[in-house]
């Protein structure tokens, strides 16, 4: 793929973690969502699905495209406390853990941003 190619690609998985979290924030507040618009695995969101196919091919090797997984999987963690929460009835303590999902989103968010800076500031054009 292009350096233009992996730079939208980039972005439509940034938009679809945008997406995830907005359900997750819409489940916090009492709606219903359907489990496809926020799944609870790291590998069945489509963010997900991004990294561990044409993310890992082009930028696995990369440190900072390591730290996008790792925070990507420790907030599916968090996600699945505010489940357990939510089953277990206690939504205070689903919106305190909330809270923390929204911080490490941040911190995801913020990391592929950098990723984006270092795709466009290599010299290759092919990934």
Not at 18 to 25: E, G, M, P, S
Not at 72 to 80: D, G, K, Q
Request: include cysteine.
């Amino acid at each position: 793929m292009t350096k233009h190619e992996a730079l939208r690609i980039v972005r439509q998985a940034k938009s679809s973690h945008i997406r995830w979290r907005a359900y997750v924030l819409a489940r916090l507040a009492g709606m219903e969502i359907e489990s496809v618009q926020a799944p609870l695995h790291h590998k069945e969101c489509n963010f997900g699905h991004w990294i561990y196919h044409e993310g890992f091919a082009a930028f696995g090797h990369w440190p900072l495209f390591q730290d996008v997984e790792y925070t990507h999987e420790l907030l599916h963690s968090v996600y699945l406390l505010i489940h357990q929460a939510l089953h277990d009835g206690d939504r205070s303590r689903a919106g305190d853990i909330g809270k923390q999902l929204v911080g490490i989103s941040y911190s995801l968010l913020e990391t592929i941003d950098l990723l984006q800076e270092e795709i466009q500031s290599v010299e290759q054009e092919e990934f």
